[in-house]
Structures are given as C-alpha cells and as structure tokens.
C-alpha cells in the first residue's frame, strides 16, 4: 500500500508541474499577443514621455477599432530599418494638416492639443494624409523626427507600420498611470528643471 500512495502523490505533482507548464506557455504567447514594452528613446516626447520611461503596448488595440487622433504609438520607422519610434497622432486619413508657427490646424481649424506639447516655430504643409496612413508629431516639436520630415519632405505614417498603442507607463515609478489622448502625459512636470523666480 505505501508503494502506492508515493506513486499516486508523484503522478499528482507531475500532473501539478505539467499543468503549471502549460499554464505559464498559454499565458506567455496571450501576453506576446497582446503586449509589448516599449522604452522611451530621446526627447521627443517631452515633457509628457521621457528619456529612459517605460511603457506597456497594447498590440490589439487598433485590430478592435481604430486609431485616433491624440493617440499615442509604437511604430516602425520609416525612415530607419530596424527601428521603433513613438509618437501622437495628428492626422487621421483624409485630413489636411498645415503647420504655422508651430500650431497644427486639421482641415483649416486649429487643433485643440489638450497634451500640452512643446511648440516650435515651424511651417509644413498642407498636406492631406492619404488613404489608411496617419500623420504624427513628436510632443517635442524641436526634438522630433516625425510625419514632417520623412522622405525629404515629409509624409504619412503607413498604418501597417503601426505595432499598438502606447497604454501604461510603467517606469520610472513616479510615472505610473496611463497614458492618455486627452491629457498631458504621466511624465509631465516630474523631470522639467523648475522655473526660476524673477
């Protein structure tokens, strides 16, 4: 009989350990699916996205419905092979974006950007996006390589070239919470150097 028992309990915990094996597969590949972390490079994105910040991609988000304006995504460069940029979408396809003294207008009225980006003094377009691309700026208009400067003189952003949706800053900690379309991002006043009195 004791014999018996040690097998029924090793059966048990192999049976345990396989389960938990697959378990963790299956939830691996749904989390592939799905998700991705993204690690903010350089400085366009500032103030609302830093340097070295972390983020959570949602990769289905556009397969459910579809891209926004204010959006911010993960995306393959176009400009540079290998590469991920992210950046906010302006323009949605079909639209004329023209840009004066840094402000963006879609289709010849000025664009609410409740983000609060840093403007630059810039002039483009117009330029209507065309069919299934979008047009996107960096928050950081000075810093940004973006829809403005691509192929020489500009361009959409293929929406095949889109990988998700940026969603949830995660790191540093001080940056924890979504991130939004309609809002500055986590990021905003944590790492800007304080303003000096007069």
């Known amino acids: ?37 993204t690690i903010v490079e350089g400085a366009s994105m500032e103030p609302n996205l830093v340097d070295r910040q972390w983020l959570l991609v949602n990769k289905v988000a556009y397969r459910l419905g579809e891209p926004e304006r204010g959006d911010v995504i993960v995306f393959h460069a176009p400009d540079q092979p290998g590469k991920d940029f992210i950046k906010r ?7 004329t974006i023209r840009i004066q ?12 950007e409740p983000w609060a980006p840093r403007w630059d003094a810039s002039n483009y377009g117009p330029y209507t996006v065309p069919a299934d691309q979008y047009f996107v700026l960096g928050d950081n208009r000075m810093r940004s390589n973006d829809s403005r400067t691509w192929n020489g ?12 949706k940026a ?22 006043g944590l790492f800007e150097p304080p303003v000096a009195s007069p």
């Open 1 to 37: 009989m004791i014999p018996q028992r040690r097998s029924s309990r090793l059966g048990a915990v192999l049976r345990d350990l396989i389960e938990a094996v697959v378990l963790a597969a299956v939830l691996f590949l749904v989390l592939q699916f799905t998700l991705q972390n």
């Open 153 to 164: 003189a500009g361009g959409g952003l293929e929406a095949e070239q889109i990988v998700g």
């Open 89 to 95: 979408i302006i323009g949605l396809p079909g639209e």
């Open 167 to 188: 969603w949830l800053s995660v790191w540093p900690r001080e940056t924890w919470g979504p991130v939004r379309a309609d809002a500055p991002g986590p990021a905003r």
């Open 101 to 112: 003294d840094g402000r963006a207008t879609v289709d010849g009225e000025a664009l609410d």
